[in-house]
C-alpha cells in the first residue's frame, strides 16, 4: 500500500513580497505617486521661471547704474533740425507738423524732463525749456502746440469729435457738458428738434466765448442742482466757479469794447443764464392740496423753482430796451426763452409779464383758442359737464355793466385749456397720444393762456379798462370809500358799477389762484398762494355778504376751500355749502358738473377731494333739515 501524497503549499508567484504581520502590496498601486507628481512639477516649473526674473532684474539694475537714461530720438533731430536755441512751438508747427498722442497726467513728476510723444528723457538742453508754467499756473510742454489735432485726441469716447479744443477749453470737460445739456437740458425745454437747433444755433461756429462760457456754467450749474435734488455729491464746484469767473471776464470785456460787439444776443444769452442760474436750490414742490399734470413740460419744475437775479434780470430787459425790443433778437429760441423768464417772474409776483410770448423763431405768438387749437390733433369735448368749457364766465357779460368781452374770452380760453389737458391726460385713443409736437404745442398754448391770464387789468387800472360803460363810467376814488374790518384796506362805496368791479377783480385773483396750481404749476407756489388768498377770502366774504349767489362765485369760493383743503376758515366753507344747497348742489358729481363749465381739471384733483366736499355738503343738507 503506497503512502498518501503530502500536499505541498503553493509557492509564491515571482515579484510578490510577503511582509509577516503587515500589509501586503498590490499590483496595481492606484495613483498616488501621479498625484504627487502633478504638485511637484508646476512648483518646480514656478520656482525656475522666479529664479529667471530675479537674475533678469538684477542685470537690469546693475546695467542702469552704469549707463546713461535713454534720450528722446524725436527732440534730438528736431534740436539738429531746427537749432535748441530757436526751438519753440511756433518752429515746430512750421518745420514738422506732429501728429500727438493724448497728454498724459501732467502731475507732479508725470510729465517733467519727459517727451510728450515717447515719453523718454529729454536732452538736457531742452528739458528746462520743454516743462514750464502758464499764465494760469499750470505746467505745460513746449513740445505740446496749443492745439493739438490727434485724431486720438477727437475721437475718444466723444459725442462730437468735430468740436476743436483750445487750451482753456481741453481742461473744462467741454464734451462732457455740452452732451448733458444737449440729452437733458435742450431736450427737457422742447421735443421735436430742439435740441439738435439749439446745438447747431448756440455752439458753432465756437468763436463766441462769451456765448460758449455761459452755456458751459449754465450746464455745469443745471447738473449740480439735479445732483442736489437727489442727493448726489457734487465735487466739482471749483470748475463751476471758474467757468462762472471765465464768463463774467469775457462778459466784461464785452461790455467794455463796444466797437467790437457785433449782436446784442450774445450778451443777452449770457446774462440771461446768469439770471436764472443764481442760488442752489433742490428742486422740490411745495405741498399743494393738487396733483396737476404737465409738471415738468418746458422745464417748469426747473425754470419755475428758480430766482432770477435781479440785478441781471434788469440788465436784460435794459439792452433789450436800447436794441429796440424783444422782437429784434435773432438768435434761435432767445426771444422765447426771455418771453418764458419774464412769465415766471410774472406768476411768481402776481404782476404783470413785461414781454409778449414769443415763438422759438423769434415772433409773437399767435395761437387759436384752446379748444379749436387742439381739433385737429383728436380734441373734442367728451361731455364732461352740462355746458361747454370755460362758458360759465359768460355770467361776467350780464353784470351791469358788464365785464369787456375781450377780457371774459381770456377766462373761457382758461377753461379750454383745461379741458384740453383733462381730455389728453385721460384718453387713451392712439390717434390723440400726446406725440412731441403736440406737447410742444400744449405748452405754447398754456403760456400763452396764463400770459393773457396776468395780462388782465388789476385794482390799479382805471375802471373804463374793464366794464363797458354805455355811459360816462362813475369814478371810483379813494375819497368815495369804506373800510373792511378785516383788511383795513379802503374799499369803494357800494355800488353798482363796484359790484361789477368787485366780481371782476375777485375772478381774476381766483383764475390766478386756479392756474399757478393746477394749469400752470408753479414748484413754490406757497408764498404766491398765500399773498392770492390773503385778498381773496375777505373779497368773497363781503361778496357774500351783499347777498350775491351765481354759480361764478360758487367757482370762486371752490377755487379757495379746495386750495385751502383743511385750513379754510370755517365762515367761507359755510358760505359754500350754502351756495350749492341754494344752487341745488347736494353731492360732488353735480359740483364736478358746475366747475367744469368754468375751468377745472378733473385729474388734478387728489383723492381726498371728493371726501373733503362730500362731508361739506352733507353737513349743510343735515342742518337744512
Request: glycine share 6%; proline share 7%.
Amino acid at each position: 500500500m503506497l503512502p498518501p501524497k503530502l500536499e505541498q503549499e503553493p509557492q509564491p508567484a515571482p515579484g510578490d513580497f510577503i511582509f509577516v504581520g503587515g500589509p501586503k502590496l498590490q499590483r496595481k498601486s492606484g495613483n498616488v505617486r501621479s498625484t504627487f507628481l502633478k504638485r511637484a512639477i508646476p512648483l518646480g516649473r514656478k520656482k525656475t521661471r522666479q529664479d529667471a526674473t530675479d537674475q533678469l532684474e538684477s542685470a537690469l539694475q546693475q546695467a542702469s547704474k552704469n549707463s546713461a537714461p535713454a534720450l528722446c530720438s524725436c527732440a534730438s533731430s528736431l534740436m539738429q533740425q531746427v537749432g535748441a536755441s530757436t526751438f519753440s512751438v511756433g518752429s515746430l508747427e512750421s518745420e514738422k507738423r506732429l501728429i500727438l498722442p493724448k497728454l498724459w497726467n501732467q502731475r507732479e513728476g508725470g510729465l517733467s524732463g519727459r517727451c510728450a510723444t515717447c515719453g523718454r528723457h529729454l536732452w538736457p538742453s531742452a528739458a528746462a525749456a520743454a516743462v514750464g508754467v502758464d499764465s494760469e499756473g499750470q505746467r505745460t510742454s513746449a513740445l505740446v502746440p496749443r492745439r493739438v489735432s490727434s485724431p486720438e485726441l477727437l475721437g475718444a469716447g466723444r459725442a462730437d469729435p468735430m468740436i476743436p479744443l483750445n487750451t482753456t477749453t481741453a481742461k473744462l470737460k467741454v464734451h462732457e457738458l455740452l452732451d448733458f445739456a444737449a440729452t437733458v437740458i435742450w431736450p427737457h425745454l422742447r421735443g421735436a428738434e430742439h435740441a439738435t437747433n439749439c446745438y447747431q444755433n448756440w455752439i458753432y461756429p465756437l468763436d463766441n466765448n462769451l456765448q460758449l462760457y455761459a452755456i458751459l456754467w449754465a450746464a455745469s450749474y443745471h447738473r449740480d442742482i439735479l445732483r442736489v435734488t437727489y442727493g448726489a455729491p457734487c465735487p466739482e464746484s471749483n470748475q463751476q466757479l471758474y467757468l462762472k469767473s471765465l464768463a463774467l471776464q469775457t462778459l466784461q470785456g464785452e461790455l467794455d469794447d463796444e466797437s467790437k460787439l457785433k449782436s446784442p444776443d450774445r450778451l443777452v444769452m449770457c446774462i440771461l443764464w446768469l439770471a436764472a442760474n443764481d442760488k442752489h436750490k433742490r428742486v422740490v414742490r411745495d405741498p399743494t392740496p393738487f396733483s396737476p399734470p404737465l409738471t415738468s413740460l418746458q422745464a417748469l419744475d426747473f425754470l419755475g423753482g428758480q430766482d432770477y437775479h435781479p440785478l441781471h434780470w434788469h440788465m436784460v430787459q435794459d439792452i433789450i430796451r436800447r436794441v429796440g425790443g424783444i422782437e429784434t433778437l435773432r438768435t434761435y429760441a432767445l426771444a422765447w426763452l426771455v418771453s418764458l423768464s419774464s412769465l415766471l417772474t410774472a406768476a411768481q409776483c402776481i404782476s404783470k409779464p413785461i414781454y409778449p410770448i414769443m415763438s422759438v423763431l423769434g415772433y409773437r405768438l399767435i395761437l387759436q383758442p384752446p379748444a379749436q387749437l387742439f381739433k385737429p390733433h383728436g380734441y373734442y369735448d367728451t361731455g364732461g359737464s352740462s355746458s361747454p368749457p370755460g362758458s360759465g364766465f359768460d355770467e361776467l357779460c350780464f353784470l351791469h355793466p358788464p365785464v369787456k368781452q375781450s377780457l371774459v374770452q381770456v377766462f373761457k380760453h382758461l377753461g379750454e385749456y383745461s379741458a384740453v389737458v383733462q381730455f389728453f391726460q385721460g384718453n387713451s385713443n392712439s390717434s390723440a397720444s400726446c406725440t412731441p409736437m403736440v406737447l410742444d404745442l400744449i405748452g405754447d398754448s398754456r403760456n400763452l393762456v396764463t400770459h393773457r391770464l396776468l395780462s388782465l387789468p388789476d385794482e390799479h387800472d382805471p375802471v373804463d379798462d374793464v366794464l363797458a360803460f354805455e355811459e360816462s363810467p362813475f369814478l371810483l376814488d379813494s375819497s368815495n370809500t369804506t373800510t373792511n374790518n378785516n383788511t383795513n384796506e379802503p374799499y369803494p362805496s357800494l355800488n353798482l358799477n363796484q359790484l361789477s368791479w368787485d366780481i371782476y377783480l375777485t375772478c381774476r385773483l381766483s383764475a390766478i389762484l386756479y392756474a399757478v396750481h393746477v394749469t400752470f404749476p408753479l414748484p413754490r407756489a406757497a408764498i404766491v398762494r398765500k399773498t392770492l388768498l390773503d385778498s381773496l377770502v375777505p373779497r368773497l366774504e363781503d361778496l357774500y355778504a351783499r347777498g350775491l349767489a351765481s354759480p361764478l362765485l360758487i367757482w370762486c369760493l371752490a377755487v379757495v376751500v379746495s386750495t385751502m383743503h383743511d385750513e379754510a376758515p370755517k365762515t367761507l366753507v359755510a358760505c359754500a355749502a350754502r351756495l350749492c344747497w341754494e344752487s341745488g348742489i347736494d353731492n360732488v358729481e353735480k359740483l364736478s358738473d358746475l366747475l367744469g363749465a368754468f375751468a377745472w381739471v378733473e385729474s388734478a384733483v387728489k383723492h381726498d377731494w371728493k371726501d373733503l366736499w362730500t362731508g361739506i355738503l352733507a353737513r349743510e343738507l343735515d342742518e337744512q333739515g
